[in-house]
């Protein structure tokens, strides 16, 4: 069975900075898209940030470019996203998630997802 389970969010100041991890077990994913979206209060989920099993490639929102980084570690079946500068409206639950086609996987769709992990930016 596979899971992807999330970890590292927590409360902190308008800029500062937190670093998720999702952890994946049950298989591998080569030639797949992870990444992570998030869902703030009243608001539909989107896309933040996604990056390729197999060659690295990554993805950014515009209001996170600069200020969020995402990587992986294929070795460990996990990849991150490093958020710095965090803003008040980057409060969400955030979500990871993994998808054989990056096509869909931008527009929300996914065939695994973590439970999420709650982000939330004081001012």
């Known amino acids: 069975q596979v899971q992807l389970v999330e970890s590292g969010g927590g409360l902190v100041q308008a800029g500062g900075s937190l670093r998720l991890s999702c952890a994946a077990s049950g298989r591998t994913f080569e030639r797949y898209t992870m990444g992570w979206f998030r869902q703030a209060p009243g608001k539909t989920r989107e896309f933040v940030s996604s990056?390729?099993?197999?060659?690295?490639?990554?993805s950014y929102t515009d209001p996170v470019k600069g200020r969020f980084t995402i990587s992986r570690d294929n070795a460990k079946n996990t990849w991150y996203l490093q958020m710095n500068s965090l803003k008040p409206e980057d409060t969400a639950v955030y979500y990871c998630?993994?998808?054989?086609?990056?096509?869909?996987?931008?527009?929300?769709?996914?065939?695994?997802w973590g439970q999420g992990t709650q982000v939330t930016v004081s001012s």
């Open positions: 990056i390729t099993w197999n060659s690295g490639a990554t």
């Open positions: 998630a993994a998808d054989p086609h990056s096509g869909r996987f931008y527009s929300g769709y996914a065939d695994y």
